[in-house]
């Protein structure tokens, strides 16, 4: 079906209960480009940030400046880079909540620093 289908939607958050999220249409989302269904980090990306600032939603960012998740993206992921154990953390929270449907390595199209070789996290400022 397509993608307009699903407008106007809401997806149930699969870690904090209670927490709905909006479907919102999205240029930059292509069946090209992964599922044509994704997250939005608006404290991350130009993109995501267009279109939260669009619908008027929160611009929080839960990773500080060294890429360790923030007091506010919780207890459990508090101190945790999001890069290395962040993810794991992650990964088995959605394993408990029952919400996890597939996990398979894949290889981001990160920016990376060119010094480094490392990817970078980008942050709203």
Excluded at 25 to 48: F, R, S
Excluded at 68 to 78: H, I, N, Q
Excluded at 113 to 125: E, F, H, L, N, Q
Aim: with cysteine; hydrophobic share 35%.
């Amino acid at each position: 079906f397509p993608g307009a289908d699903l407008a106007d939607g809401s997806c149930a958050h699969p870690i904090i209960a209670g927490r709905v999220s909006p479907l919102l249409p999205a240029n930059h989302v292509t069946m090209t480009k992964g599922t044509g269904l994704v997250h939005t980090a608006p404290a991350h990306g130009m993109e995501d940030y267009s279109v939260a600032s669009h619908h008027q939603l929160p611009t929080d960012c839960l990773v500080d400046e060294s890429g360790y998740f923030t007091e506010a993206a919780g207890p459990e992921l508090k101190n945790k880079n999001v890069l290395e154990e962040g993810n794991e953390a992650v990964i088995k929270m959605l394993q408990a909540a029952g919400s996890l449907l597939k996990e398979e390595k894949y290889v981001h199209s990160y920016p990376y620093d060119w010094r480094t070789k490392k990817p970078m996290i980008i942050r709203a400022s």
